[in-house]
């Protein structure tokens, strides 16, 4: 532990700054930096996210020496203020924040006006002249403190407040009177007796110390524990508190809270944008239990804060002018307005979509905010996949139910279902959902990681909703007022119609539509700031990016996308064709009955060498490597259950001779061909080996189809591929024939097609043994998913059973067939390239799994010195962007390296 527990800010200086993210938080390293740039913050202190993790590591007890240095720091704040932490004439009164090193917005706990008890909101009301707010403060206090540290559900609180503006006419919580306040404070502490059997706790202190030690706990709520999950964040990070004089925005009409933008977090535009309401606090905005009106009069009119609270306004103008361009960001604000007074609560880098972040990072450096090599590490991978979301055609006619606030963009069709929990079920059960709630908290986590996208009828732009969708690049239609939903029905209705669990419903983020039923949809058009992005990146990057690709349509869509060849052709989905799998089935069926194998082929010929032709001419000249068949046979024929239920159904009604007997044929040639473990039996390099007209024939198609471009003048690069080698005798054997089929159709043709033959190494005894292969092997390509299955020992159709819980209990990090294991798959990839380039040292090297389009995978294959990685058509942007930053990352390292070898 450090001697240092806590860190005060505050009357224009702070014991932290910006740099101490990790110790501080994002919150609090954002609170000392504005402080320290002479920017309006209530002063207070923050408990360092090392006292976090001691406090677990210690058996949930606070770290020794903590409970002086927090009454220290209490006492230097009380002075700052001028105000007595328990005083019935000036009480101080703090907010208790959670405050991670990344940012988590609304994971963890938060509770507001801490240090209210029966005698201090006396004092409030008396010193501010002002019962109904004291009230309001302490009713509000009593609510939060009770479901974060006594945890008694929200809801009850929630319900006697609903009764009591039913009984008063008010519309909401604000037109409540300072009596009817007064008297829900009793309730409140009536809610507390009943569900806790102890009086609401009246001691500050006792209060501070619940309030500390529930954020403390919070870091580890399942909702929080669920967001880590979905970002890969630490565990072990945990998060700093945040101690902050109270100011406040629910004393009057003069008084306001809000959330503002710097740039716009949807589209990225470069205005400011926000919201914020009169006479709330701050959670009001963030949960959406009012709806609340924009910051500018372009947006807003005479409803926004720049008409309403011009002064304000204006402080806060140049207060987010002056924050952007010390963080070189687009930046989340937090702000409140006490008797026309700006007080800023926080500012961190501002959660947004893919499509903004593009063109926030490109207009930056642009402005030469940032340079070009920043601006490509501000784009994550996983953002920049937001942009390939499809939007509703324009075109089709659609039946719109509502419109809400356009929260995240995209388009997204799903059932309607009403709770988080229900989501989850759903998804399990195959289905897609689209979660529909009054607005979301949260709770909601879980279930808005699964929603193909998400509804709401209350809350703004910057809602909960809103802000944690467009961090999951997830469709939202937030604020939708329209729709009246039911839990207790599990329906909502609009105009008179109703929408149930489970009809279908479509989305649209981008508009704010809710259209009624599965609503067709475009693909997207990229525009100027991706290709800008996209060109500065490919400048920076070494790793070339081909994609996965089996038909011409493909691979054309991969070119658009920037790829750079072909690193995978599964030559197998092609005999799946309507018009192939008959004579794949006959061939199969007759496999021993060479004149019939032989004939069967000799129809495929032509129909490879076409889907050849096409692959080809669409790559115009650009590597294009082809993987021989690799799956086992028994994956062409139909199920055998299948089979014998249809040969039992033909039997009772003992007709149709002819069938039977074909089917019994059929049937007996399924159970001959089942093997107990297929993925390791008879398939890849084995096929062709025990069937070498196989290869042949495929050979034959893919340099018959070269040789005739080449006679057109178009340029080919073909790349023949031998699967599932595992000993140099393989590959030999299978490599001859194929070289001679090649020289025999070149003959015959009479042109020159400069080819390559190579392996994948998937199989582990090939990566040990990968000197010896590299002798016959013009190639390396890492079938990386048949690799970690092996080297595992996990069958990738079955492992979904376990792995969820192995990265829950911390056995993986994350699942091994979603990025490479870098630990032991990755140290088979790294002998492999080794013990390869030793023989060969210009051993070219890829990747073909869908690990090539993972960002982690694809800076370990830029740090491993592979030559390409290669993934589907729509992951190429993501490779290329990925593939840049680890360039980046790379050069850098390596000045910072030689500054310290200078130093």
């Given at each position: 532990?450090?001697?240092?527990?806590?860190?005060?800010?505050?009357?224009?200086?702070?014991?932290?700054?910006?740099?101490?993210?990790?110790?501080?938080?994002?919150?609090?390293?954002g609170?000392?930096?504005?402080?320290?740039?002479?920017?309006?913050?209530?002063?207070?202190?923050?408990?360092?996210?090392?006292?976090?993790?001691?406090?677990?590591?210690?058996?949930?007890?606070?770290?020794?020496?903590?409970?002086?240095?927090?009454k220290?720091?209490?006492?230097?704040?009380?002075?700052?203020?001028?105000?007595?932490f328990?005083?019935?004439?000036?009480?101080?009164?703090?907010?208790?924040?959670?405050?991670?090193?990344?940012?988590?917005?609304g994971?963890?706990?938060?509770?507001?006006?801490?240090?209210?008890?029966?005698?201090?909101?006396?004092?409030?009301?008396?010193?501010?002249?002002?019962?109904?707010?004291?009230?309001?403060?302490?009713?509000?206090?009593?609510?939060?403190?009770?479901?974060?540290?006594?945890?008694?559900?929200?809801?009850?609180?929630?319900?006697?407040?609903?009764?009591?503006?039913k009984?008063?006419?008010?519309?909401?919580?604000?037109?409540?009177?300072?009596?009817t306040?007064?008297?829900?404070?009793?309730?409140?502490?009536?809610?507390?007796?009943?569900?806790?059997?102890?009086?609401?706790?009246q001691?500050?202190?006792?209060?501070?110390?619940?309030?500390?030690?529930?954020?403390?706990?919070?870091?580890?709520?399942?909702?929080?524990?669920?967001?880590?999950?979905?970002?890969?964040?630490p565990?072990?990070?945990g998060?700093?508190?945040?101690?902050?004089?109270?100011?406040?925005?629910?004393?009057?009409?003069?008084?306001?809270?809000?959330?503002?933008?710097?740039?716009?977090?949807?589209?990225?535009?470069?205005?400011?944008?926000?919201?914020?309401?009169?006479n709330?606090?701050?959670?009001?905005?963030?949960?959406?239990?009012?709806?609340?009106?924009p910051?500018?009069?372009?947006?807003?009119?005479?409803?926004s804060?720049?008409?309403?609270?011009?002064?304000?306004?204006?402080?806060?103008?140049?207060?987010?002018?002056?924050?952007?361009?010390q963080?070189?960001?687009?930046?989340?604000?937090?702000?409140?307005?006490?008797?026309?007074?700006?007080?800023?609560?926080?500012?961190?880098?501002?959660?947004?979509?893919?499509?903004?972040?593009?063109?926030?990072?490109?207009e930056?450096?642009?402005?030469?905010?940032?340079?070009?090599?920043?601006?490509?590490?501000?784009?994550?991978?996983?953002?920049?996949?937001q942009?390939?979301?499809?939007?509703?055609?324009p075109?089709?006619?659609?039946?719109?139910?509502?419109?809400?606030l356009?929260?995240?963009?995209?388009?997204?069709?799903?059932?309607?279902?009403?709770?988080?929990?229900?989501?989850?079920?759903?998804?399990?059960?195959?289905?897609?959902?689209?979660?529909?709630?009054?607005?979301?908290?949260?709770?909601?986590?879980?279930?808005?990681?699964?929603?193909?996208?998400?509804?709401?009828?209350?809350?703004?732009?910057?809602?909960?909703?809103?802000?944690?969708?467009?961090?999951?690049?997830?469709?939202?239609?937030?604020?939708?007022?329209?729709?009246?939903?039911?839990?207790a029905?599990?329906?909502?209705?609009?105009?008179?119609?109703?929408?149930?669990?489970g009809?279908?419903?479509?989305?649209?983020?981008?508009?704010?539509?809710?259209?009624?039923?599965?609503?067709?949809?475009?693909?997207?058009?990229?525009?100027?700031?991706?290709?800008?992005?996209?060109?500065?990146?490919?400048?920076?990057?070494?790793?070339?990016?081909?994609?996965?690709?089996?038909?011409?349509?493909?691979?054309?869509?991969?070119?658009?996308?920037?790829?750079?060849?072909?690193?995978?052709?599964?030559?197998?989905?092609m005999f799946?064709?309507e018009?192939?799998?008959?004579?794949?089935?006959?061939?199969?069926?007759?496999?021993k009955?060479?004149?019939?194998?032989?004939?069967?082929?000799?129809?495929?010929?032509?129909?490879?060498?076409?889907?050849?032709?096409?692959?080809?001419?669409?790559?115009?000249?650009?590597p294009?490597?082809?993987?021989?068949?690799?799956?086992?046979?028994?994956?062409?024929?139909?199920?055998?259950?299948?089979?014998?239920?249809?040969?039992?159904?033909?039997?009772r009604?003992?007709?149709?001779?002819?069938?039977?007997?074909?089917?019994?044929?059929?049937?007996?040639?399924?159970?001959s061909?089942?093997?107990?473990?297929?993925?390791?039996?008879?398939?890849?390099?084995?096929?062709?080996?025990?069937?070498?007209?196989?290869?042949?024939?495929?050979?034959?198609?893919?340099?018959?189809a070269?040789?005739?471009?080449?006679?057109?003048?178009?340029?080919?690069?073909?790349?023949?591929?031998?699967?599932?080698?595992?000993?140099?005798?393989?590959?030999?054997?299978?490599?001859r024939r194929?070289?001679?089929?090649?020289?025999?159709?070149?003959?015959?043709?009479?042109?020159?097609?400069?080819?390559?033959?190579?392996?994948?190494i998937?199989?582990?005894?090939?990566?040990?043994?990968?000197?010896?292969?590299?002798?016959?092997?013009?190639?390396?390509?890492?079938?990386?998913?048949?690799?970690?299955?092996?080297?595992?020992?996990?069958?990738?159709?079955d492992?979904?059973?376990?792995?969820?819980?192995?990265?829950?209990?911390?056995?993986?990090?994350?699942?091994?067939?979603?990025?490479?294991?870098?630990?032991?798959?990755?140290?088979?990839?790294?002998?492999?390239?080794?013990?390869?380039?030793?023989?060969?040292?210009?051993?070219?090297?890829?990747?073909?799994?869908?690990?090539?389009?993972?960002?982690?995978?694809?800076?370990?294959?830029?740090?491993?010195?592979?030559?390409y990685?290669?993934?589907?058509?729509?992951?190429?942007?993501?490779?290329?962007?990925?593939?840049?930053?680890?360039?980046?990352?790379?050069?850098?390292?390596?000045?910072?390296?030689?500054?310290?070898?200078?130093?």
């Open positions: 532990m450090p001697n240092k527990l806590t860190y005060f800010f505050g009357g224009g200086t702070a014991d932290g700054n910006i740099e101490m993210k990790n110790l501080l938080g994002g919150k609090g390293a609170l000392a930096e504005m402080t320290n740039l002479g920017v309006p913050v209530p002063p207070g202190f923050t408990i360092t996210t090392e006292c976090c993790v001691d406090y677990y590591d210690g058996g949930r007890k606070w770290p020794k020496g903590l409970d002086a240095d927090i220290k720091s209490m006492k230097r704040l009380e002075k700052a203020m001028g105000r007595g328990g005083s019935t004439k000036a009480p101080l009164l703090v907010s208790v924040r959670s405050g991670a090193r990344a940012s988590m917005p994971m963890m706990d938060t509770i507001l006006n801490l240090g209210l008890n029966d005698e201090t909101v006396e004092g409030l009301a008396r010193e501010s002249r002002n019962p109904r707010f004291a009230y309001d403060s302490y009713r509000r206090f009593i609510q939060m403190y009770s479901d974060v540290v006594l945890d008694i559900s929200k809801e009850k609180f929630e319900h006697a407040l609903e009764q009591a503006k009984k008063t006419g008010a519309k909401s919580d604000a037109d409540l009177s300072a009596e306040l007064q008297k829900l404070v009793k309730t409140y502490k009536g809610l507390v007796k009943k569900h806790s059997r102890h009086s609401f706790p001691d500050p202190w006792s209060q501070l110390e619940g309030a500390i030690s529930a954020v403390f706990l919070s870091w580890n709520n399942q909702r929080a524990i669920d967001y880590r999950r979905i970002y890969n964040i565990a072990a990070w998060t700093a508190v945040n101690v902050q004089s109270m100011v406040f925005g629910n004393m009057g009409d003069d008084c306001a809270t809000g959330v503002a933008f710097t740039r716009d977090p949807s589209t990225g535009e470069n205005r400011f944008y926000g919201e914020y309401l009169l709330a606090q701050g959670e009001d905005v963030v949960a959406g239990i009012r709806t609340p009106q910051l500018t009069k372009a947006d807003g009119g005479k409803k804060l720049e008409a309403a609270m011009p002064k304000a306004y204006a402080d806060l103008v140049k207060v987010y002018k002056s924050l952007e361009k963080y070189r960001d687009m930046l989340d604000l937090e702000f409140t307005i006490q008797n026309g007074t700006l007080f800023m609560l926080q500012s961190r880098v501002g959660k947004r979509t893919g499509a903004a972040a593009v063109r926030i990072a490109v930056m450096a642009e402005s030469r905010l940032i340079d070009r090599k920043t601006a490509v590490m501000r784009v994550s991978p996983d953002q920049l996949d942009l390939l979301h499809p939007t509703l055609d075109k089709a006619k659609l039946d719109i139910l509502a419109k809400g356009p929260a995240s963009p995209g388009a997204a069709a799903g059932r309607v279902v009403f709770n988080a929990d229900d989501a989850v079920a759903w998804v399990e059960n195959g289905e897609a959902v689209l979660l529909t709630r009054l607005e979301t908290s949260p709770e909601d986590i879980h279930g808005m990681e699964v929603s193909k996208g998400i509804l709401t009828a209350r809350g703004g732009m910057t809602s909960h909703a809103a802000v944690v969708a467009r961090g999951m690049g997830k469709a939202c239609v937030a604020g939708c007022g329209d729709i009246e939903v039911d839990y029905r599990k329906c909502f209705t609009v105009d008179g119609r109703t929408v149930k669990e009809d279908w419903i479509t989305i649209d983020g981008g508009s704010g539509r809710v259209v009624t039923g599965k609503a067709p949809t475009v693909e997207p058009k990229l525009d100027k700031y991706f290709d800008k992005l996209m060109t500065w990146a490919d400048s920076c990057r070494r790793l070339k990016v081909r994609t996965n690709a089996d038909t011409p349509e493909d691979a054309v869509r991969a070119r658009k996308f920037g790829a750079q060849g072909i690193g995978l052709c599964r030559t197998e989905h799946f064709a018009d192939r799998l008959p004579i794949v089935r006959n061939m199969i069926l007759n496999m009955d060479k004149k019939v194998r032989e004939k069967s082929l000799e129809k495929l010929l032509p129909m490879q060498r076409h889907d050849f032709l096409g692959i080809f001419a669409a790559l115009e000249g650009l294009v490597t082809i993987r021989l068949l690799d799956p086992p046979l028994h994956e062409f024929l139909p199920n055998f259950t299948e089979v014998t239920v249809e040969l039992e159904d033909l039997r009604k003992g007709k149709n001779k002819r069938k039977i007997a074909e089917l019994e044929s059929l049937q007996a040639k399924v159970q061909l089942h093997e107990l473990n297929p993925m390791l039996g008879h398939r890849g390099c084995r096929l062709g080996v025990t069937f070498p007209e196989l290869y042949d024939m495929q050979v034959r198609a893919i340099m018959e070269a040789c005739e471009l080449k006679r057109r003048k178009v340029k080919v690069q073909p790349e023949i591929m031998i699967p599932l080698v595992g000993t140099a005798e393989e590959l030999v054997l299978t490599r194929a070289i001679a089929v090649a020289q025999d159709v070149q003959s015959k043709y009479g042109v020159k097609v400069k080819y390559l033959v190579g392996t994948m998937e199989v582990p005894r090939a990566a040990v043994c990968a000197d010896e292969i590299a002798e016959h092997a013009d190639f390396f390509s890492f079938g990386t998913n048949d690799l970690t299955q092996m080297t595992f020992g996990y069958s990738r159709d492992a979904f059973k376990f792995l969820p819980q192995y990265v829950a209990d911390g056995i993986l990090p994350i699942d091994p067939f979603i990025s490479i294991d870098q630990t032991g798959v990755g140290k088979l990839m790294e002998m492999a390239v080794q013990k390869g380039r030793s023989i060969k040292p210009k051993l070219k090297c890829g990747i073909c799994g869908e690990h090539g389009g993972e960002a982690a995978s694809v800076e370990f294959c830029h740090t491993l010195g592979l030559d990685v290669s993934c589907s058509p729509f992951r190429v942007p993501l490779a290329r962007l990925a593939a840049a930053q680890a360039a980046v990352r790379e050069s850098t390292a390596k000045v910072r390296g030689s500054a310290a070898d200078t130093n």
